[in-house]
């Protein structure tokens, strides 16, 4: 915990929309076709290691790759490989991607097998081998994360269900029906990486979820709820990590080297289910909401489903649905195309209607200071719009442009609606290229 | 359906406030101080505010639109804060000509020559009311006798600051505190009455348009160097501009630090220049040109009071 004295990290107040809080996680029937990417994590895409006409089952391997930072990708349905094409990331990236056709049956493939873990190297190899990686949004590939350089100094595990975002409530779906899960994965991961306390940092807007994990840990030394204060990001890395320990994650490091590991809930609580079943991650719990989806809910869903199949089956759109987001509305991509598959990292599909998507003008920037009052990191937003305008690479430097994590509080409070996040975001790049 | 969706860079949601909804919630703030010097200084009063008004929303169109040809500035609602705060700077009796001129001043050579709303350095209102002062000394310090609120107990025309500074003059007496609170007195248009300038400032902080920073250092300044000056520190607070400037003037976005350490430098500086030239200089009044000194600093003091960033690492 951050001392008393010491300073609150800022935020924003976002209208919360947790339309679908009560909504209980229904899993949808198998699409006809699933668009299965190579690339679903940070880091390297993988290599197809099927072959159009094969027949795959849910749960074989699809891709891999020896690079270090990237993560498996299995099949998430059994059927038949129709195409094997290029893909275009929400993001922007180009890879491949694994088409397949499915026959509805969901064979699981027979290899699969829990793995055997009595060690740590034992406990990375298999969450690499079950594809995981950080469910919360990142997708930064689990196995890397479990094995830091300096395992050593790392004592502390955080387990995130700040979920800060607007709308998306599947996190919160997840603390209530697969409690025992996550507490399974707790304990593993403590016990592997001799870690010796953890502490579940939960937004105050979910009680129930806070009252289920509270009730969850109590015979557990060491591990406890943080109730944290329902201000957008909490539920940011950097964030969590200094609420719930009081540390701060240095420019250029990783939290490890402030001796924590930060986990999302869906991931600890898949690490755990894998564990236990060997089947790997191949399909999401996610939230399907905004104002064009006919019934909003979560809904658990094969990776690779398109949008348009899981709209369908929240009943389908109600109004013209003007703008698709992947993720939530603080920091969700907007896609062109309800033909966009899920991926391992999405927690939302939001497809809002004319009313939700009005758009704003940019106008001359009135230097009010909110954007200011806004950053967690206490960034000028402000002065690095001008800075990224005037193409001053050294300015953008000296201002730490690096160390923002575009969770957009800027751009949200700004009165001449600018587009402060993005121009952080193209700021970073900027510098990227100037060195 | 069409496939075509818009395409926007998160976030996605934004808070709802805009450039005009502040701009509009400043003229909420100073309806109470309008009211006021109508019941104060009568129909003129109105009629002064209303040409400024009108006034320099002509001049940001005729500079933005008609002269430069970029786009039209008027519904951000900035020129109707600029005009009317020039206007609470004016003694009630001022040729209109000269208030007009004032806001040409205020909104086309202050405001839209360095780059219009937000790339100002100086405060518009406040160089046009300089500006006037420095030009027509004689009219700007011709002070109409007060009103009661009904018409009645007239008190001395002169300002307070004027009576004090000036004693040798045999100057009328001083209004009592009460008329000072309640605004009357001789003096700029909008400045007399605290109780409404207050019931503003107080909106504007409620509303997180301003904080509280500004005002309360600038008036504890004024109060602080009045008590080491040998002055009475009640009437040096509300006998002059300090209330409307510490509120309405030195809040100004563009031309005030934004960050809130820098607030403070700036506001007590606000407060020494301003008693400095109360106490020493020959002008009975300085809450303008310390705003305008202030302004000029500010980008300085922004660069000394950067904060920094969260795990951000000197190299």
Redesign the interface.
């Known amino acids: 915990m951050p001392s008393l004295f010491s300073k609150a990290?800022n935020g924003?107040s976002?209208?919360h929309c947790k339309n679908t809080a009560n909504s209980a996680a229904v899993r949808m029937p198998v699409p006809d076709k699933v668009v299965i990417p190579m690339i679903q994590h940070m880091g390297a895409p993988c290599e197809p290691l099927v072959k159009v006409k094969d027949t795959v089952t849910v749960g074989q391997l699809l891709g891999d790759t020896d690079a270090f930072l990237s993560a498996p990708i299995h099949s998430s349905v059994s059927g038949t490989v129709t195409a094997i094409e290029e893909f275009i990331t929400p993001g922007g990236d180009k890879c491949k991607s694994v088409v397949i056709t499915t026959d509805k049956l969901q064979t699981p493939c027979p290899d699969l097998a829990p793995p055997v873990v009595n060690s740590r190297e034992d406990l990375i190899k298999a969450v690499r081998a079950c594809g995981l990686v950080g469910l919360g949004g990142a997708g930064f590939p689990t196995h890397i994360k479990l094995n830091p350089k300096n395992l050593a100094d790392v004592d502390t595990l955080v387990i995130n269900g700040a979920e800060c975002e607007?709308f998306i409530t599947c996190d919160m779906r997840l603390m209530l029906e697969r409690t025992a899960s996550i507490v399974d994965g707790i304990k593993v991961v403590m016990k592997y990486l001799e870690l010796t306390s953890c502490v579940i940092g939960i937004e105050s807007n979910k009680p129930e979820a806070i009252a289920a994990m509270t009730e969850a840990v109590s015979g557990m030394e060491n591990v406890r709820v943080l109730t944290m204060k329902a201000l957008y990001p909490r539920g940011a890395e950097?964030v969590i990590i200094?609420e719930a320990t009081g540390r701060?994650?240095?420019?250029?490091?990783l939290p490890a080297d402030a001796g924590v590991i930060a986990m999302n809930v869906a991931t600890i609580s898949k690490l755990a289910d894998y564990l236990k079943t060997g089947m790997p991650l191949v399909e999401k719990m996610l939230t399907v909401d905004g104002g064009a989806v006919a019934e909003p809910k979560n809904i658990i869903a094969p990776i690779g489903t398109a949008i348009k199949d899981m709209i369908a089956f929240c009943g389908g759109?109600k109004s013209?649905?003007?703008?698709?987001?992947m993720g939530g509305?603080?920091?969700?991509?907007?896609?062109?195309?309800?033909?966009f598959p899920l991926l391992k990292n999405n927690n939302a599909i939001?497809a809002?209607d004319e009313a939700?998507?009005r758009?704003?003008k940019e106008?001359?920037?009135?230097?009010?200071?909110?954007c200011?009052r806004a950053c967690?990191?206490?960034?000028?937003p402000?002065?690095m719009d001008k800075a990224y305008h005037m193409g001053n690479v050294d300015k953008l430097r000296e201002l730490?442009v690096n160390?923002c994590m575009?969770c957009?509080c800027c751009?949200?409070?700004?009165?001449?609606?600018r587009?402060l996040?993005?121009y952080n975001?193209l700021g970073k790049r900027l510098l990227r290229e100037a060195k | 359906?069409s496939?075509?969706?818009?395409?926007?860079?998160?976030?996605?949601?934004?808070?709802g406030?805009?450039?005009s909804?502040?701009m509009l919630s400043v003229v909420a703030a100073l309806i109470p101080a309008v009211v006021i010097s109508f019941l104060v200084f009568g129909p003129r009063a109105l009629l002064l505010e209303a040409v400024c008004v009108v006034a320099s929303v002509f001049f940001e169109y005729l500079f933005r639109v008609l002269m430069c040809g970029r786009?039209n500035?008027i519904w951000?609602c900035?020129a109707i804060v600029t005009g009317l705060l020039l206007a609470f700077n004016l003694p009630v009796g001022i040729p209109l000509w000269m208030a007009v001129l004032g806001c040409a001043v205020a909104i086309i050579v202050t405001k839209q020559l360095f780059?219009?709303?937000?790339?100002n350095f100086a405060n518009p209102a406040i160089v046009g009311r300089i500006f006037l002062l420095v030009s027509f000394g004689g009219r700007m310090t011709t002070w109409a006798a007060p009103n009661g609120y009904f018409g009645v107990d007239a008190v001395s025309g002169a300002t307070p600051l004027a009576i004090l500074k000036n004693p040798e003059l045999g100057l009328k007496p001083l209004p009592d505190m009460l008329n000072m609170l309640l605004g009357i007195r001789g003096g700029s248009v909008g400045e007399t009455c605290i109780v409404a300038l207050l019931i503003g400032g107080v909106y504007l902080i409620w509303k997180k348009v301003i904080t509280a920073t500004t005002p309360v250092v600038f008036l504890a300044t004024i109060a602080v160097l009045s008590l080491c000056f040998g002055l009475n520190p009640a009437y040096e607070l509300v006998a002059g501009g300090a209330v409307l400037g510490a509120f309405f003037m030195a809040t100004d976005?563009?031309t005030s630090p934004?960050?809130e350490s820098g607030k403070v430098i700036f506001a007590l500086g606000c407060g020494i220049i301003t008693m400095l030239i109360r106490a020493f200089a020959s002008y009975p009044e300085g809450v303008s040109f310390s705003i305008l000194l202030m302004n000029i600093l500010t980008p300085h003091i922004d660069n000394l009071t950067?904060?920094?960033?969260?795990?951000?690492?000197v190299k």
Do not use: W
Request: one cysteine or more.
């Open positions: 990290l924003v976002v209208k607007p950097k200094y701060v994650v240095e420019e250029g490091k759109y013209e649905p003007k703008k698709l987001l509305p603080m920091m969700g991509i907007s896609v062109y195309s309800d033909d939001l809002f939700q998507c758009p704003v106008s001359a920037c009135i230097r009010c200071g909110r200011l967690p990191f206490d960034l000028a402000a002065a730490k160390l575009e957009g751009s949200y409070v700004c009165p001449a609606h587009e996040a993005m975001k | 359906m496939n075509l969706k818009v395409i926007a860079p998160a976030p996605h949601f934004r808070s406030e805009n450039t909804s502040i786009d500035t951000d900035s780059g219009g709303i937000g790339q976005y563009a934004v960050t950067r904060k920094k960033p969260f795990g951000g690492v």
